[in-house]
């Protein structure tokens, strides 16, 4: 049996609580609040209590998609980040950079909204990302 | 926020405005209760009757989106009573001058007229807050997401820098970010007009660094916010969208408008766990992994970064959303082969001062707030700390502005909206948690008393809601909680979602869509029989 929890931060909202992951066998079972971090000491709201839960919803995706003849269909990652790649370089080289647009997100990591940015601005020649920080 | 979370417990004075704590930001509501408990004056303006203002010495009920007329008003009351902080004016702003004139003109009896607070309520808030030891101020998007956002958020800066009621402990302007990492996805650059760090990109010096950072010719031209991609895309001048985790499908306001912008993009890409609204109008849709399965950082609205840890494999077919874009980037032929989510943090922190001090190995503990500018260095509790960043704090001279779209004969009730607490954004995540499925299973709309007897609404009744833009039918809720004229709608709900209603008015400087304000008229649906 292996039985452990892990520290995180809460994926919902700005308060940024503390939480322990309880996992047991590579299973996600509950959360737990952190008690000595110092923002929530030992406390969670009805979110973070039950944040564990949509990790592992039937509902998640757990294929790339493609659009074919109107339709999405399923893809290999080889294909859907070759079809993406070469995409939006034909776009890029037919119009400019500045005809291609990222929309960032408030949910993902900071290491990953570095890594969109860079993406953007490094492989299209334009300052065109935007993040829902006003909404 | 200027100040940590934890601070707020030692304020004297909290003044809570547009920020329906208690739903939106539930630990931090935890410390308002406690500068209760410990003494403090707490003063709510909402012109909602929220579950905070239960708790508050003062409820104002100000009208819908009159908040510069009532700070200008309490500033007027300020001045004329001197109770503001000299000394902190003249040794830390500009502009006061115009400020004082222009505030002439903001007496309370004139402010009362706009903002539907009588005279001496005003005179009471701005005594209270002015002559407090210590007070602060806490706000949401009842304040910014409107077509003048950023005036109201000039307007509490003016009323800070008056009483010099920021700079210190316990004591600043606290703005509660909504999600996990929107103080993140700012700070790493995910914005039109700034490099990673809040770095300029319309400094040579700085792109030359980032140019030879990242091997690439950078563009010294600011960039589009979200709803110029939005327009530009129906025109056609943008052609290629690439939207990660995101769904604005669902949370922009004006959603056919949004609809008809995704369906025009020549090609569009979506980056998310769920297969969302927005998703389905994509050519490619990239599974990535959820926050339990990878590692990274988050920054909470106190700007303090901590630890994501990865607690169990990513799901069979998906992949960490780091892994996702550096697969991208490597195809693109750019330097983007990172082996961790590690390495990755390490090259932002390297490029940007207000970073650099910070490591995985440092945040271990318990995170640590920017600016944290080297390694030996603690990181920063409360910003403007004996200055501001620019130097001088600048006085900004404010008028009331209405809203773009007010209640008229025709559309006579005013549609205001927000979230719920068991409940996030579009519920992508919230959703799927079958516990706060049960909590809170449906939408409903809350509306007055009087207005429900007017309209021969019971609870649970479903009314017509229509706007100038759309129509939807969502169930009643009649209580106390709105005042007569206006409704109230959560934005969680794909069946009765109000941005089908709200317009596409902008503030003219941060373009934040007016998501509180627009008419509209209600209807009683027929009975079903
Ligand atoms: S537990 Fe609740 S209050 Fe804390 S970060 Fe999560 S959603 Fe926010």
Redesign the pocket.
């Known amino acids: 049996m292996d039985y452990r929890f892990v520290k995180t931060t809460?994926?919902?909202?700005?308060?940024?609580?503390q939480?322990l992951l309880e996992v047991l066998d590579g299973n996600l079972i509950g959360t737990m609040p952190h008690k000595t971090a110092p923002m929530?000491q030992g406390k969670?709201?009805?979110?973070?209590?039950n944040?564990h839960e949509f990790v592992r919803s039937p509902n998640r995706l757990t294929t790339p998609l493609v659009r074919k003849n109107g339709s999405l269909q399923e893809a290999s990652w080889d294909e859907a980040l070759d079809v993406t790649v070469s995409r939006l370089r034909e776009i890029k080289e037919k119009h400019g950079g500045e005809s291609v647009a990222f929309l960032s997100s408030a949910r993902c990591t900071n290491e990953e909204n570095y890594l969109l940015q860079k993406f953007c601005r490094a492989g299209f020649g334009t300052n065109n990302v935007d993040a829902c920080a006003r909404l | 926020m200027t100040n940590s979370i934890p601070e707020i417990e030692d304020a004297s004075c909290v003044l809570v405005i547009g920020s329906n704590t208690t739903e939106a930001?539930?630990?931090?509501s935890h410390r308002v209760f406690r500068a209760k408990l410990k003494g403090a004056t707490l003063i709510v303006v909402d012109p909602r009757k929220i579950q905070l203002t239960l708790q508050a010495d003062i409820h104002v009920p100000l009208n819908f989106g009159s908040d510069v007329a009532f700070l200008n008003g309490m500033m007027h009351v300020i001045l004329k009573n001197s109770w503001h902080n000299p000394q902190f004016v003249s040794e830390r702003t500009e502009g006061f001058a115009e400020l004082q004139a222009h505030l002439e003109k903001y007496s309370p009896e004139k402010a009362s007229q706009i903002c539907g607070v009588p005279p001496e309520e005003i005179e009471r808030v701005a005594r209270l807050y002015a002559t407090s030891e210590c007070s602060t101020i806490l706000y949401t998007l009842g304040i910014t997401e409107h077509s003048h956002g950023v005036d109201n958020v000039k307007s509490l800066a003016n009323l800070a820098m008056l009483t010099g009621h920021i700079g210190k402990r316990s004591s600043g302007v606290n703005p509660l970010r909504g999600q996990?990492n929107v103080q993140g996805h700012c700070d790493m650059g995910a914005l039109p007009n700034v490099f990673p760090g809040y770095q300029v990109v319309t400094d040579e010096n700085i792109r030359k660094k980032f140019e030879t950072a990242w091997n690439a010719k950078l563009s010294d031209k600011v960039g589009y916010t979200i709803p110029e991609m939005m327009d530009r895309l129906i025109d056609g001048s943008v052609k290629g969208m690439y939207i990660f985790g995101e769904n604005p499908a669902l949370a922009d306001p004006d959603t056919h408008h949004i609809n008809r912008a995704l369906d025009s993009a020549e090609f569009l890409v979506v980056q998310d766990i769920f297969l969302t609204e927005t998703a389905k109008h994509a050519h490619v849709v990239l599974p990535g992994a959820s926050w339990a399965e990878k590692d990274g950082t988050f920054s909470n609205t106190e700007r303090k970064v901590q630890r994501v840890r990865k607690a169990v494999e990513p799901l069979p077919g998906t992949l960490p959303d780091w892994n996702i874009l550096c697969e991208l980037g490597a195809r693109m032929g750019l330097s983007m082969t990172y082996t961790s989510p590690e390495e990755v943090f390490n090259e932002m922190a390297s490029l940007s001062p207000i970073f650099s001090g910070m490591s995985y190995a440092r945040l271990e503990a318990d995170g640590i707030q920017w600016p944290c500018p080297s390694a030996d260095h603690p990181g920063t509790l409360f910003l403007h700390e004996g200055k501001f960043t620019r130097g001088r704090g600048m006085f900004s001279v404010i008028d009331y502005r209405p809203p773009e779209e007010m209640p008229d004969d025709e559309y006579p009730y005013l549609l205001t909206t927000g979230r719920r607490y068991a409940h996030?954004h579009t519920r992508t995540m919230t959703g799927n948690c079958p516990t706060l499925h049960k909590e809170f299973p449906a939408p409903f709309a809350q509306i007055s008393f009087a207005d429900a007897e007017k309209l021969g609404l019971k609870d649970g009744d479903s009314a017509k809601v229509i706007s100038r833009r759309g129509e939807l039918v969502t169930p009643v809720r009649p209580g106390d909680i709105v005042p007569p004229g206006s409704l109230f709608m959560d934005f969680h709900f794909m069946e009765a979602n109000p941005n089908v209603l709200l317009g596409t008015s902008l503030d003219p400087v941060s373009k934040t869509p007016d998501y509180k304000v627009c008419a509209v008229k209600i209807e009683k649906c027929p009975a079903e029989t």
Do not use: E, R, S, T
């Open positions: 809460c994926p919902y909202c700005g308060c940024g609580c939480m929530n969670l709201c009805i979110k973070g209590w944040a | 930001h539930p630990l931090v996990n996030y």
